[in-house]
Structures are given as structure tokens and as C-alpha cells.
């Protein structure tokens, strides 16, 4: 058995993490940590009745570096200091950062897009992640120590467009991603634009115009599965569900190709995957409410010229604390799947 450490665990993301750790046989939670909210877990995720009894305390790196592994589920821009703490304190103790804090590769990306300082990057908590070089994504997984969890809205975005790229179906120009997206995406501190009254009846744009913080994020990706990216337009709307993501994906083509040479760049890169899985018809995100399930379909256009691709994920799950799962079992050298479920919620 494991013994976790989770500091942001009164958030969506950590109480999704802790809602998986109570069907997982390998990982304990062992200390929960949040910022000024302090008592019992019940006063905070009370659906989570197995921890229900469960203290939150003070973030504390000391203590949490006692742990085997540390889950920080805190607002990005907050992590790296309390990860390096950890680190100079316990090298030996693993740290799965749900924040954007240790994506980015390039120190550039972090600084146009994030405030604060720049703490490098970990290893991406997407074994899916088809790579053109080296040792496939999964194996470099298996030797991480540390990993940095993705973004929702760039892991459906990254799923629906990699296979054609990977494929040399793209120049990698032109990509377009639009996405309807859940209010839990935006975390649970309270904020005008998130309550019910707003939410309710109505779909509402934001990040427009190339402004969204996952843009370098899926680049980033994409450059991984041997596109060059040149441009990459990402427009999310939020629309009233509590979770879930689809994103639609138009990938102008670099030639002409058939609609098997389509359907063979998506089988390629996912037949042999159990978390990401093609579709014969565009999903939905009441698909994938509460499993790890990323669902993907894509088609060519009718008049030949681009590829539309969809993928549907819950955001709490393979968006977040399930990649973050699934990742951590391959780098304690578990069954990738444990404690994972794979099947949606319906209806
Ligand atoms: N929600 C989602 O779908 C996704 C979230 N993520 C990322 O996961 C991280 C957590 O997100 P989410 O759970 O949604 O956010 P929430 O706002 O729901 O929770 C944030 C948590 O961080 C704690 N916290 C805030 N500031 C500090 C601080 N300065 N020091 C210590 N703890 C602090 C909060 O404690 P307190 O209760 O005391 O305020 C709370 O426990 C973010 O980086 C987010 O971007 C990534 C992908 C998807
Ligand atoms: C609805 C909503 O606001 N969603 C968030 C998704 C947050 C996310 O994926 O987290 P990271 O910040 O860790 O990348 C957004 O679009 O910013």
C-alpha cells in the first residue's frame, strides 16, 4: 500500500482523486491538506463517505513529503514552490501535479500564457500521448518519477487531433477546436459567472481569439506526434452541465486522402488502447459521466478538403484525476487500469 499526501483536497479535482483512491487497493490517503478550510472531509466532499472522517489541515510541504506519493490539486502558479519544497525534502517522494504548473516544456509558452515563475517540466500524464521518437509515452511513464497531469480541454483536444497528425494527414495548419465544456472545469471557489442564474439557459464563449492557456499545451502535443502546429485556434464554451467535455475538432487536410486512409490513422493510434476508444458515431459527454473514457470519431468532410473529429471526456476523470491515476499506477509499476472504471453513468 501507498500512502498519499493531497494538498488542494477540498477542491473538484483532488475530491475526484480521493472519490478513485476509495475503489483503488494500492493507494491510501493519508493526509489531507486545502488553504484556509479546515474540519472534517464531510464538510467539504460530503458524497465521499469512506473519508468521511477524514481531517483537512494546513498545506504543509514537511508533512506531505512523508508521504510515498503527493497529489497537489491546487490552483496553478501555486504548486511549483510547494513541489520543490517537497522535493529538497524527500526526494524519494512521488508528486502528481494536477495543476499546469509542470507541462510546459518550454519556458516561454509558461511565461506568455501563466504568471509566476517557471519550475520545468514533468513527464505528461497521458500514456496515450502518441510520440514520433524514442520510446513510446507509456514506457517513459513507467520511469517518472514525478508527473504532470494535463489539462481537460487540451486532452480532448489532444485525443481528437493526434492521430492525424501522427499520420502526416496535416501540415498542422489551420487546426480548429471548439468546445462545449462543464462548470466544474473552472474549479469550486465561487465567481459571478459560475452561478446558477448565469449558468442556467444560457452557453457562453470565453478564452476567445487565442487566448486560452491550453493552446501551447496541445502545440506542445501535437509537436510530440511529429506535427509542426502553425497555428491552432482553441474556443471553449461553457454550457450548463456540472462536468464533461467535447471538443470538435476541423483539421484542414495536407492532400488529398480517402476516408480509409482516415479511419486507418485513428485505428492505428487507438485500437490497442482501453481508456481511449473510437466511435462509429460523434459522442457525447453523457457517454463518459464518472469513468476514464476518452471517446473519439472522425470523419472526412464531405467535400474532401478536412478531417472533423470529436472527443468526449469527463473533465473530473480522464481530464484530470483519472489521467492522473492512470499514469501514477504505470510509474509504481501497477496495472495501468487499477481502480479505474471505464463505463459511463447513464442515463
Ligand atoms: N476542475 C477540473 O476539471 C480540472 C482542474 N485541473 C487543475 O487542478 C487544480 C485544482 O483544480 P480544482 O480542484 O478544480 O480547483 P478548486 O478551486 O475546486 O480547488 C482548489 C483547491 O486548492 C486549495 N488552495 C487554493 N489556494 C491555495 C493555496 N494558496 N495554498 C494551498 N491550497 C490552496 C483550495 O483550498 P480551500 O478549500 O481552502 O480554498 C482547494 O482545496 C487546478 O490547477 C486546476 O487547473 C486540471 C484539469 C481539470
Ligand atoms: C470551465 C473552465 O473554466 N474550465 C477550465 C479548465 C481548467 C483545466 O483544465 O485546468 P488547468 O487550469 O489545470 O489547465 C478552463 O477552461 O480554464
Not at 500521448?129 to 481537460?152: F, M, V
Not at 485513428?266 to 457525447?284: G, I, M, W
Not at 457517454?287 to 473533465?315: K, Q
Request: hydrophobic residues 40%; negative net charge; proline residues 6%.
Amino acid at each position: 500500500m501507498f500512502s498519499v499526501g493531497i494538498a488542494g483536497a477540498t477542491g473538484y479535482a483532488a475530491g475526484e482523486l480521493l472519490s478513485i483512491l476509495a475503489g483503488h487497493p494500492e493507494l491510501e490517503p493519508a493526509l489531507l491538506c486545502a488553504g484556509t478550510s479546515r474540519g472534517k472531509l464531510r464538510d467539504f466532499h460530503p458524497h465521499l463517505r469512506t473519508y468521511a472522517d477524514l481531517e483537512v489541515e494546513e498545506t504543509n510541504a514537511r508533512r506531505l513529503a512523508r508521504n510515498d506519493v503527493v497529489v497537489l490539486g491546487l490552483p496553478h502558479a501555486h504548486a511549483g514552490k510547494i513541489a520543490a519544497d517537497i522535493e529538497a525534502e524527500n526526494p524519494r517522494c512521488r508528486i502528481v501535479d494536477l495543476s499546469a504548473d509542470h507541462r510546459l516544456e518550454n519556458e516561454a509558452d509558461w511565461h506568455a500564457f501563466y504568471p509566476g515563475d517557471y519550475y520545468g517540466s514533468w513527464t505528461y500524464g497521458v500514456p496515450e500521448l502518441l510520440r514520433r521518437d524514442g520510446p513510446s509515452h507509456r514506457e517513459r511513464l513507467k520511469q517518472a518519477k514525478n508527473i504532470a497531469a494535463p489539462g481537460c480541454n487540451a486532452s480532448a483536444v489532444i485525443f481528437a487531433t493526434q492521430p492525424a497528425v501522427a499520420a502526416g494527414l496535416t501540415d498542422g495548419t489551420g487546426i480548429t477546436a471548439t468546445l462545449a465544456v462543464g462548470y466544474s472545469g473552472a474549479g469550486k471557489t465561487p465567481k459571478p459567472n459560475l452561478i446558477f442564474s448565469e449558468a442556467i439557459e444560457s452557453a457562453a464563449p470565453y478564452k476567445v481569439g487565442g487566448t486560452h492557456r491550453h493552446i501551447p499545451e496541445i502545440a506542445q502535443a501535437l509537436r510530440t506526434a511529429g506535427g509542426v502546429t502553425r497555428s491552432l485556434s482553441m474556443t471553449p464554451i461553457l454550457v450548463p452541465m456540472s462536468r464533461g467535455i467535447v471538443a470538435v475538432v476541423t483539421i484542414p487536410l495536407r492532400d488529398a486522402v480517402s476516408a480509409d486512409d482516415v479511419e486507418n490513422a485513428y485505428r492505428n493510434a487507438y485500437e490497442n488502447e482501453k481508456f481511449v476508444q473510437l466511435c462509429d458515431a460523434p459522442p457525447s459527454t453523457g457517454l463518459v459521466r464518472g469513468s476514464n473514457a476518452a471517446l473519439v470519431y472522425a470523419t472526412l468532410n464531405r467535400d474532401g478538403e478536412a478531417i472533423t473529429a470529436v472527443c468526449a471526456i469527463d473533465n473530473l476523470m480522464k481530464g484530470t484525476a483519472g489521467a492522473a491515476i492512470q499514469s501514477l499506477n504505470l510509474a509504481l509499476g501497477l496495472d495501468e487500469s487499477t481502480g479505474l472504471k471505464q463505463n459511463g453513468m447513464a442515463p
